[in-house]
């Protein structure tokens, strides 16, 4: 078993959509959970930070952490084309400062007009 | 965030040859990270550069196909070195966020290919 499964889609919606990304994990270690968006050709931009398990919202993305489940969400509202791209769930025990995170392979997202 | 820069962004090699990307941060940081994005696959840390010392290389990862310099707390180098198909990814160059953060921030990327 991976440490992190994340579902590579394609996954297509219309717009204004609510959009589900969700990552799995087998490390219970795991403290620091990350949603990274990636444009084509682009480097990863962090998007979402949570440490520990909860929720957090930042205008239309709200991530959710469920540690008992090792299980993390990505929701996006009112999806729009400017969404499309590629979302990338990453992790670690310790934080970014050590650089390890680990990171699930990605689900590319296409938000149609 | 930091600003990080890499050169090139792309470039198209050939087997055999080695290819050095350049990795610039706006600010002074104490650790830097390479990273690997092969096609279809996960990041993958490659090594960790500190200023004034021995990178720190990953399972699966060695200083002879990837020597790493960091010169000054702003700057590091990764180079690829005798390259093959296999090589072909993205190479990121990445920094923690300030004051011990937790937070990874991410260049632009270099889009290697090699024929």
């Known amino acids: 078993q991976k440490e992190v499964e994340q579902d590579p889609g394609p996954l297509s919606v219309p717009e204004g959509a609510i959009v589900s990304l969700n990552c799995t994990y087998s490390n219970s270690a795991f403290q620091y959970f990350m949603w990274y968006r990636q444009y084509s050709r682009k480097g990863p931009e962090l998007l979402m930070y949570?440490?520990?398990?909860g929720n957090k919202e930042d205008g239309r993305f709200t991530a959710q952490v469920d540690k008992s489940s090792k299980y993390i969400s990505l929701f996006i509202r009112d999806s729009q084309p400017s969404d499309s791209a590629t979302y990338l769930c990453a992790m670690s025990a310790e934080g970014g400062s050590q650089g390890n995170l680990i990171f699930g392979k990605g689900t590319k997202l296409s938000v149609k007009p | 965030s930091a600003v990080i820069s890499q050169k090139p962004s792309r470039d198209i090699c050939q087997r055999g040859t080695s290819l050095t990307i350049q990795c610039q941060v706006d600010s002074q940081v104490t650790m830097m990270f390479w990273y690997r994005q092969q096609p279809g696959q996960s990041l993958t840390l490659i090594a960790t550069a500190n200023q004034g010392s021995e990178a720190t290389y990953e399972s699966g990862f060695v200083i002879d196909k990837f020597p790493i310099s960091r010169p000054n707390l702003t700057f590091s180098t990764l180079t690829v070195s005798n390259m093959s198909p296999e090589d072909s990814s993205i190479y990121l160059c990445?920094?923690?966020?300030?004051?011990?953060?937790?937070?990874?921030?991410f260049g632009s990327g270099t889009q290697l290919s090699v024929l």
């Open positions: 990445s920094v923690a966020s300030a004051g011990g953060g937790e937070k990874l921030f």
């Open positions: 949570t440490y520990s398990s």
